[in-house]
T-cell receptor, first 114, second 109 residues
Framework: DSGVTQTPKHLITATGQRVTLRCSPR?????VYWYQQSLDQGLQFLIQ???????AKGNILERFSAQQFPDLHSELNLSSLELGDSALYFC?????????????FGSGTQLSVL | DAKTTQPTSMDCAEGRAANLPCNHS???????VYWYRQIHSQGPQYIIH???NNETNEMASLIITEDRKSSTLILPHATLRDTAVYYC??????????FGQGTELSVKP
């Protein structure tokens, strides 16, 4: 158990809909990262938050948004869903201020857009 | 971000050492070499990391060349549960962890 909690584990929805994925980081970790893994793309970095502020952005679509709340949990919002958004979405957390920083990953949310 | 080159796939016999190479010739001076693995559809798992010295922990050993342009991850006694995709990632602590294609390691009985 990595200590990072992601909910829900599975999500099935229809095209055009909007969903919210939730991530609770490990206790003490200030950074949250979101990744998307589809069959043909590998693990793609989407976005990073540090203590509530956006720190780095990757290949995140404009239809996707994220935020990190004061209690440090994070949500990834996916809107106007398309078939191609079907993927595993992983959250990771770390404490960048700690020497020998390591990212710990959750078990993911499997999103299926039908 | 530094680019890496890893074999697409490798096989290893159960109980033998698995040696996974990685080239990272464009690594910058403040980037560590991190190794992660992903067992089918699970979240990636941290294995080990190093800057310029060789490192060992309970999971693996990491050998980094003196010029830091390449490294080798060693699983000393591979088991079937070590079958996974292994990623070598240059990482600037505090920055983004960017995954490449990795090496698919198959451990066979």
């Amino acid at each position: 158990d990595s200590g990072v909690t992601q909910t829900p584990k599975h999500l099935i929805t229809a095209t055009g809909q909007r969903v919210t994925l939730r991530c609770s980081p490990r206790s003490g970790d200030l950074s949250v990262y979101w990744y998307q893994q589809s069959l043909d793309q590998g693990l793609q970095f989407l976005i990073q938050y540090y203590n509530g502020e956006e720190r780095a952005k990757g290949n995140i679509l404009e239809r996707f948004s994220a935020q990190q709340f004061p209690d440090l949990h994070s949500e990834l919002n996916l809107s106007s869903l398309e078939l191609g958004d079907s993927a595993l979405y992983f959250c990771a957390s770390s404490n960048p201020g700690r020497l020998n920083e390591k990212l710990f990953f959750g078990s993911g949310t499997q999103l299926s857009v039908l | 971000d530094a680019k890496t080159t890893q074999p697409t796939s490798m096989d290893c016999a159960e109980g033998r050492a698995a040696n996974l190479p990685c080239n990272h010739s464009t690594i910058s001076g403040n980037e560590y070499v991190y190794w992660y693995r992903q067992i089918h559809s699970q979240g990636p798992q941290y294995i080990i990391h190093g800057l310029k010295n060789n490192e060992t922990n309970e999971m693996a050993s990491l050998i980094i060349t003196e010029d830091r342009k390449s490294s080798t991850l060693i699983l000393p006694h591979a088991t079937l549960r070590d079958t996974a995709v292994y990623y070598c990632i240059p990482f600037n602590q505090g920055g983004k962890l960017i995954f490449g294609q990795g090496t698919e390691l198959s451990v066979k009985p």
